[in-house]
């Protein structure tokens, strides 16, 4: 079983980092032609109308996290039976809600045109939205329920194939069909009819390789704990989703472009760190269960650490480099709206490192099933970050939207660590806050210098850019070793020996 495990984290491990390195240069390369051939406006109603289009996954991701708290007990033991019941169930549960997002999709495309100032004909936006919704569409209705078993499962790397597939060609199928000259509308539906065989295809697989019986009774008890775990999802939804919203509705497309160019490097980087986290809930729901407390407080340290350094070393390399980054990226011919923002820069990078700091506490906390405990939290981070957002936007504008997340996440961050040490596992109050203070000090001792050396450069081309990039992840790396080894040698040590054995194993 031990080694069954290993070899599963390893797949996922590999193909998570394939599928993160192929989403981050597709999210890099597709937007900029979309921005070279067809402006700033088009990629902002793009961006925006897809951000509104996956609000309806609050009634989806409540019944996925059920469904794997219900499918870690069938699997261990394995009951096929009851597998197949419980995947049953959300299926048939996530096909009516499939429906209900026809409609919404319907309703978004009469009505977006409308409200939002987009300088495009009321057909044309409306088309492009119905295209859009083709992927959210297929995604729900075929591919959420057996992507949610294959995570329960630890074989996400199956998944993970059919995800890099499909991003490949709709990103080779793209690129040819705008350089043939085809509208947006029209690139939008060659990718759209990728995305919609996907999940079609790797459910036909998935129910061949496992048996599952298509046919059994549902078994709906499964998704009873659906609505604490909903909770946490619409709080969650609302607050990713609460800068774009708010600059929608109180800017317009052109800053919701600039918004989405810098948002799209900071997914990018946060959706790395996913390829070390992709088996962490499951680990510690099966080590809560056995009662080994002992290994889920030296597993959450080590997880801390990795956490943190990360953190520190994509993001301060970000806020070093970002700025630089926009320069290259942004067309020359690009001139409606300024991608320039030094302030707004430092703001995102941190808020992003304060929501990352708090993935072990949040894998954790959603491991043992603790959702109901922790729901109030979630909720009162999404109201924060929609009042400070909602007043800070018409002061000092994008950046206030920024403010509001950075605070936002810095609470939850803070609630989630305090209600671990309370509630799990007793390490000392001041452990959290200790690792955040020492995350901002290597954060500052990496930013402050490089900065000041990277602004005295002239980088107009990817080769420079990349070259200096490369120096200060560098510089950053040698910066946390440093201070790990005086800091957290213990952790460090832990890290470097969890290495050698999945090294060694794969030898």
Request: proline share 2%.
């Amino acid at each position: 079983m031990a080694k069954t495990r290993t070899k599963k984290a390893t797949l996922n491990i590999m193909t998570s980092a394939l599928l993160e390195v192929l989403t981050m240069l597709s999210g890099l390369i597709l937007p900029q032609y979309i921005l070279r051939y067809f402006g700033s406006a088009y990629n902002g109603i793009m961006s925006s109308a897809v951000q509104f289009m996956s609000m309806i996954s609050v009634l989806t991701l409540g019944v996925t996290a059920s469904t794997r708290v219900a499918l870690y007990k069938t699997l261990a033991q394995n009951d096929i039976a009851g597998t197949s019941a419980i995947v049953r169930a959300t299926e048939r549960y996530m096909r009516k809600i499939a429906l209900i997002l026809v409609a919404y999709i319907v309703v978004l495309a009469l009505v977006y045109p409308l409200v939002v100032h987009t300088g495009f004909s009321y057909c044309d936006v409306s088309l492009l939205i119905l295209i859009v919704g083709i992927n959210i569409f297929a995604e729900c209705y075929f591919g959420i329920t057996y992507r949610t078993f294959l995570l329960a499962d630890q074989s996400l790397y199956i998944s993970n194939i059919f995800y890099c597939i499909a991003l490949f060609l709709n990103l080779v199928i793209s690129i040819i069909m705008i350089k043939a000259g085809y509208s947006i509308q029209m690139v939008r539906l060659g990718g759209a009819v990728v995305y919609f065989l996907r999940p079609l295809l790797q459910n036909i697989y998935i129910t061949k390789k496992y048996k599952l019986d298509k046919h059994c009774e549902p078994d709906m008890s499964a998704l009873n704990s659906r609505s604490d775990a909903m909770m946490h999802t619409l709080a969650n939804i609302v607050h990713d989703h609460t800068d774009i919203i708010v600059l929608t509705l109180f800017t317009d497309v052109k800053i919701v472009s600039v918004y989405t160019v810098y948002n799209m490097v900071m997914v990018a980087l946060k959706k790395l760190l996913s390829i070390f986290t992709t088996d962490t809930e499951p680990i510690f729901g099966s080590m809560w269960a056995n009662g080994e407390n002992n290994k889920i407080r030296k597993n959450l340290s080590i997880f801390e650490f990795l956490v943190n350094s990360f953190n520190v070393v994509a993001f301060g390399t970000a806020m070093v480099m970002i700025l630089s980054f926009m320069a290259v990226y942004v067309p020359e011919n690009v001139k409606d709206v300024n991608y320039i923002l030094p302030g707004y820069s430092i703001v995102i990078s941190l808020a992003f490192v304060t929501q990352g700091m708090r993935i072990p506490y949040l894998s954790l906390v959603q491991g043992i099933g603790h959702y109901k405990q922790t729901k109030k939290a979630a909720i009162t981070e999404a109201v924060i970050n929609i009042i400070i957002s909602v007043i800070l936007v018409n002061i000092i504008g994008i950046v206030g939207v920024a403010v509001g997340t950075l605070v936002a996440n810095v609470y939850r961050s803070t609630v989630y660590a305090l209600y671990i040490e309370k509630n799990v596992v007793q390490r000392g109050k001041y452990v959290f806050i200790m690792k955040f203070l020492w995350s901002l000090l290597c954060i500052a001792v990496i930013v402050i210098p490089a900065k000041m050396i990277v602004q005295t450069l002239y980088i107009n081309n990817w080769g420079k850019w990349f070259m200096v990039s490369f120096c200060v992840g560098v510089y950053a790396a040698a910066v946390i070793l440093i201070a790990g080894f005086l800091c957290y040698r213990e952790d460090l040590k832990n890290i470097v020996h969890l290495a050698k054995t999945i090294i060694g194993k794969r030898i």
